[in-house]
């Protein structure tokens, strides 16, 4: 059986290709973690509305969906082998269009950045430059399973927490803001790990050394949940020394939640990890919010 070629091969990108490249879907943590850091920052959002929209949609399309066409690009040749059928690899983003996208949106994510004042556009050039040494050579950091899944989850949760209680309050966020925001983003490194079973065979093939290609699925699961679940013990823990006891006791029974969540996942790590990142990383994401409103008490 022959397959039918077409002698015209497309000159620019399919509209909803280069949707699909920036992947909507990645965009809620960012935008929710810089939605907790303005609630942490104990300040009335009255008035301060535009400030807090216009971080949501910086952290989430901008610069999270130029993060998304930066490691698509870049990733181009495991996603050949990996998935066929993403925009790039399937020719739907053709040429060199996927760098052009990822660059014009680094750009715009400076813009938009500016208008957030100092801290704003500050954490955009981090933010900004994590992506690009995430998934670019030379640094590409996704190379190591710890460097690069510990700089995602910086980036994704700590980083636009800080922002976005930074921005709201004018000046540096309280070292408890801080302080917690670190610990979820050192969490979420968990959450990359587990994100990155799905590469497996490409990972090993072109020399990604992921958790899941060095430490096998088994073990890589374990820690993932491991590193999950620690630093939400210890926010449960400040929190009390906080006197926070309710807040203290909401993430705790999330954490429950979780542990039993991970019970499952590690009887089959391979075939689990979609259910629990559909499930699990719920309460992850809700335990946030909890610890946020706490802080804002304090």
């Known amino acids: 059986m022959s397959i039918a070629i077409?002698?015209?091969?497309?000159?620019?990108?399919?509209?909803?290709?280069?949707?699909?490249?920036?992947?909507?879907?990645?965009?809620?943590?960012?935008?929710?973690?810089?939605?907790?850091?303005?609630?942490?920052?104990?300040?009335?959002?009255?008035?301060?509305?535009?400030?807090?929209?216009?971080?949501?949609?910086?952290?989430?399309?901008?610069?999270?969906?130029?993060?998304?066409?930066?490691?698509?690009?870049?990733?181009?040749?495991?996603?050949?082998?990996?998935?066929?059928?993403?925009?790039?690899?399937?020719g739907?983003?053709?040429g060199r269009w996927g760098l052009w996208i990822a660059l014009a949106m680094t750009v715009l994510s400076l813009i938009v950045g500016y208008q957030l004042g100092p801290w704003g556009f500050g954490a955009t050039i981090l933010g900004v430059a994590a992506a690009w040494a995430y998934s670019a050579e030379p640094v590409r950091a996704k190379r190591s399973g710890w460097w690069g899944p510990g700089l995602c989850g910086l980036a994704y949760e700590t980083l636009p927490w800080v922002t976005g209680a930074a921005v709201l309050a004018g000046g540096a966020p309280a070292p408890s803001v801080m302080l917690i925001a670190l610990l979820y983003g050192l969490g979420a490194h968990g959450i990359?790990?587990?994100?990155?079973?799905?590469?497996?065979?490409?990972?090993r093939q072109l020399g990604l050394r992921s958790l899941p290609v060095t430490l096998g699925p088994d073990r890589a699961a374990r820690l993932a949940c491991v590193i999950m679940a620690v630093p939400q013990a210890v926010v449960v823990v400040l929190?009390?020394?906080?006197?926070?006891?309710?807040?203290?006791?909401?993430?705790?029974?999330?954490?429950?939640?979780?542990?039993?969540?991970?019970?499952?996942?590690?009887?089959?790590?391979?075939g689990k990890t979609p259910w629990y990142q559909g499930m699990g990383i719920l309460f992850y994401i809700s335990g946030m919010m909890i610890a946020a409103f706490a802080l804002r008490g304090l």
């Not at 497309?10 to 990645?26: G, H, S, V």
């Not at 509305?49 to 495991?78: E, I, K, Y």
């Not at 790990?193 to 799905?198: C, E, S």
């Not at 029974?253 to 790590?269: E, S």
């Open 239 to 270: 929190l009390l020394l906080w006197d926070k006891p309710l807040h203290a006791a909401g993430i705790f029974i999330l954490l429950g939640v979780q542990l039993a969540a991970m019970r499952v996942l590690l009887r089959d790590p391979e």
């Open 92 to 94: 739907r983003i053709p």
């Open 192 to 203: 990359m790990t587990l994100n990155d079973f799905k590469a497996i065979e490409g990972d």
């Open 6 to 90: 077409s002698p015209h091969p497309r000159r620019l990108p399919d509209p909803f290709a280069a949707l699909q490249l920036i992947k909507p879907i990645t965009w809620f943590p960012p935008m929710w973690a810089y939605l907790c850091g303005a609630v942490s920052s104990g300040v009335s959002p009255a008035g301060q509305w535009p400030l807090v929209l216009l971080g949501v949609v910086l952290a989430g399309p901008v610069v999270c969906g130029m993060s998304q066409a930066a490691n698509d690009w870049c990733d181009r040749h495991v996603d050949a082998i990996n998935e066929p059928d993403r925009p790039i690899p399937s």
